[in-house]
Nanobody, 127 residues
Framework: QMQLVESGGGLVQAGDSLRLSCTAS????????MGWFRQAPGKERELLAS????????FSKDSVKDRFYGSRDNAKRTVYLQMNNLKPEDTAVYYC????????????????????WGQGTQVTVSS
């Protein structure tokens, strides 16, 4: 069983940067592919980034790949989402998730492929 706790959210102004962190406890962290999702009010949850087990490969959603970067530090059992040039439309609850690495996929793109989820952290971007 793995527990995930996100941190680093808050209220920022358009153009600011934030780095979200997600620390895992329990489980073998480097056996999991990690993902970052967000859910804005009235919208479905969407994948932003998926990071391979060793951090060497990262999938990023096209609409944010020039501003958002996922990474991980297995020694610290932590995954990060660096968000630059934030926009009001980035306002959402941000979630990290862990999906078992069965050796078939380098990243995981579907919610159903993730086994564990954090409670989410709110990011609000004012204009």
């Amino acid at each position: 069983q793995m527990q995930l706790v996100e941190s680093g959210g808050g209220l920022v102004q358009a153009g600011d940067s934030l780095r979200l962190s997600c620390t895992a406890s329990g489980g073998t962290f480097n056996r999991y592919i990690m993902g970052w999702f967000r859910q804005a009010p009235g919208k479905e949850r969407e994948l932003l980034a998926s990071i391979s087990w060793d951090g060497s490969k990262t999938f990023s959603k096209d609409s944010v790949k020039d501003r958002f970067y996922g990474s991980r530090d297995n020694a610290k059992r932590t995954v990060y989402l660096q968000m630059n040039n934030l926009k009001p439309e980035d306002t959402a609850v941000y979630y990290c998730a862990a999906g078992w690495n069965n050796g078939v996929y380098v990243y995981l793109e579907r919610e159903s492929q993730y086994d564990y989820w954090g409670q989410g952290t709110q990011v609000t971007v004012s204009s």
